[in-house]
């Protein structure tokens, strides 16, 4: 039985070898030609590639393309908070707020996306905030105190707005 496309992206990435950038993207540009011009999976899996090598600049358009081709499933949620970090390392933490915070936690990400955000927010100057939204992804999390924390996260902002 041979591997499916998808089997075989994720041999790639248990192999990926940042140190050789020409043969990662090399490796993956064989993947990537099996299938159509304009795939979803494919134009997100070559963003990743570029972003996984620090090439963040080439990555975003390529991470907008496959959302605007109509990227789903599990990949989706991943190609956002992707995108949206690689916007925030090329200095642009606004457009990576306004992907973020309409993004609500996912089953494959989970809270990721709040994490990503709080980055962004304090990249920002909006230092408060970031506590307030890195403090209620937490919260959940915690075994004792979850509801003192997210009190304390809502209280955060609410007492420097007064």
């Known amino acids: 039985m041979s591997e499916s496309w998808d089997e075989r992206i994720d041999a790639f990435w248990e192999s990926a070898d940042g140190a050789r950038p020409a043969e990662t993207l090399a490796a993956m540009a064989v993947l990537i030609r099996e299938r159509g011009d304009g795939d979803p999976d494919a134009l997100y899996e070559w963003a990743s590639a570029h972003d996984f090598l620090g090439r963040e600049a080439e990555a975003i358009p390529l991470y907008r393309e496959a959302l605007a081709a109509g990227l789903s499933g599990e990949r989706r949620p991943q190609a956002i908070i992707q995108l949206a970090s690689s916007l925030r390392n090329v200095g642009d933490p606004a457009a990576a707020i306004d992907l973020l915070e309409e993004h609500a936690p996912h089953a494959v990400t989970g809270s990721a996306s709040q994490a990503f955000l709080a980055l962004a927010l304090h ?3 909006r230092t408060d905030e970031a506590l307030r939204v890195a403090l209620r992804a937490l919260a959940p999390t915690l075994p004792l105190y979850s509801r003192a924390v997210a ?6 902002v609410t007492v420097r707005a007064e």
């Open 151 to 156: 009190a304390y996260a809502d209280e955060l």
């Open 123 to 125: 990249d920002a100057g």
